[in-house]
């Protein structure tokens, strides 16, 4: 079946701009997650999913971002007034959401995000 | 606030010869996973360890997790040139977390 996707593959913005970033998970998922991973650096978890819900967005690193799931399926991480330091590769990954923790996550191709 | 650090940052080896990583925790993990990014691409789940001292094993490469739950390592035997990549470890805290921590990666090369 398919797998995660996410669009755009790669944004390019200038600073302090708004951009948005979709993931589709794979079809009946109910645990979502995002992250962000710099260039030689592991994923650093932003925010994670159960269902429609934001069960932890204690990686979201200030306002500027923020992150819905209205119907418990396609997720958008916003991302307001961009900076520089946002640049990086976000990366959405799924899970069939059992016990938390417990589940493997499937990552999508990631969004490669570009602040001039 | 929590680490997970990995040794080595980097590693270079000849094919056919043995490979490992090693993942460090600063705090207690409920579980820990292992992933696997070639250059270009995305992690790619490889395994999950739960129990104190576990020990797994897929095909040329084991894994085991600590007797104390802080650390974890990544051992592959007689490596070939499809084993290139970036390794990551992902430890789960679970005390009041649903988030990964995850390592700083090792990237292998392998020379053939």
Known sequence: GAGVSQTPSNKVTEKGKYVELRCDPISGHTALYWYRQSLGQGPEFLIYFQGTGAADDSGLPNDRFFAVRPEGSVSTLKIQRTERGDSAVYLCASSPGGLAGTDTQYFGPGTRLTVL | ????????????????????????????????????????????????????????????????????????????????????????????????????IFGTGTRLKVLA
């Not at chain 2, 606030?1 to 590693?11: D, F, H, K, S, T």
């Not at chain 2, 579980?31 to 797994?56: A, D, T």
């Not at chain 2, 094993?57 to 894994?63: A, D, E, G, I, V």
């Open chain 2, 1 to 100: 606030g929590q680490q997970v650090m990995q040794i080595p940052q980097y590693q270079h080896v000849q094919e056919g010869e043995d490979f490992t990583t090693y993942c460090n925790s600063s705090t207690t993990l409920s579980n820990i996973q292992w992933y696997k990014q070639r250059p270009g691409g995305h992690p790619v789940f490889l395994i999950q360890l739960v129990k104190s001292g576990e020990v797994k094993k897929q095909k040329r490469l084991t894994f085991q997790f600590g007797e104390a739950k802080k650390n974890s390592s990544l051992h592959i035997t007689a490596t070939q040139t499809t084993d290139v990549g970036t390794y990551f470890c992902a430890g789960y805290l679970s005390s009041g977390t649903y988030k990964y």
